[in-house]
T-cell receptor
């Protein structure tokens, strides 16, 4: 099993450009999450999904959109990138209820917005 | 405000030492508690869940004090490979649901030869 994979690993964007980050998991997990991690900050939840076709806002959703068209994939979109979105983005998945289950993380995507 | 507070460290200890980290959380309704480990430039990985009665996994012991709203992690006989950042993680109930997980900023441990 590959577990949780993320594409791309690293990206540089100019302000105003758009991009999509892809997360894929092969563990048949229902729940998937997108976090961002900034220096001096804990991981912060951007959006999450409790199943195929569903999405919900997390703590810091502004400037991001997500889609979960297939159970194994969770996409994070930046429509118009801003320097404040420079961060490391982690995707995670879990089998069951958020608060009970282990979350498995992908290796992260490092995004630099100039 | 959602708060999970940890001493950022770094904790610099020699091999073989015992080291303890504490974490406090501000939501008395929280029900689930974890310690995750994050190596430099890597993803977080679950180290252990924290149960009310306390639990041990090899050299690692986790304790929960609900009354004081703090969680602790004790590492005995530290190894070089224990060098990492340790994240305290707590669920944040709201609106009748158990909510999502809130991650502390982490405590950095450096084990020296």
């Amino acid at each position: 099993n590959a577990g949780v994979t993320q594409t791309p690993k690293f990206r540089v964007l100019k302000t105003g450009q758009s991009m999509t980050l892809l997360c894929a998991q092969d563990m048949n997990h229902e729940y998937m999450y997108w976090y961002r991690q900034d220096p001096g900050m804990g991981l912060r939840l951007i959006h999450y999904s409790v199943g195929e076709g569903t999405t919900a806002k997390g703590e810091v959703p502004d400037g991001y959109n997500v889609s979960r068209l297939k159970k194994q994939n969770f996409l994070l979109g930046l429509e118009s990138a801003a320097p404040s979105q420079t961060s490391v983005y982690f995707c995670a998945s879990s089998y069951g209820h958020t608060y009970q289950e282990t979350q498995y993380f992908g290796p992260g995507t490092r995004l630099l917005v100039l | 405000r959602k708060e999970v507070e940890q001493d950022p460290g770094p904790f610099n200890v020699p091999e073989g030492a015992t080291v303890a980290f504490n974490c406090t959380y501000s939501n008395s309704a929280s029900q689930s508690f974890f310690w995750y480990r994050q190596d430099c430039r890597k993803e977080p990985k679950l180290l252990m869940s924290v149960y009310s009665s306390g639990n041990e996994d090899g050299r690692f012991t986790a304790q929960l004090n609900r009354a004081s709203q703090y969680i602790s992690l004790l590492i005995r006989d530290s190894k070089l490979s224990d060098s990492a950042t340790y994240l305290c993680v707590v669920n944040w109930p709201y609106g009748g649901s158990q909510g999502n997980l809130i991650f502390g900023k982490g405590t950095k441990l450096s084990v020296k030869p």
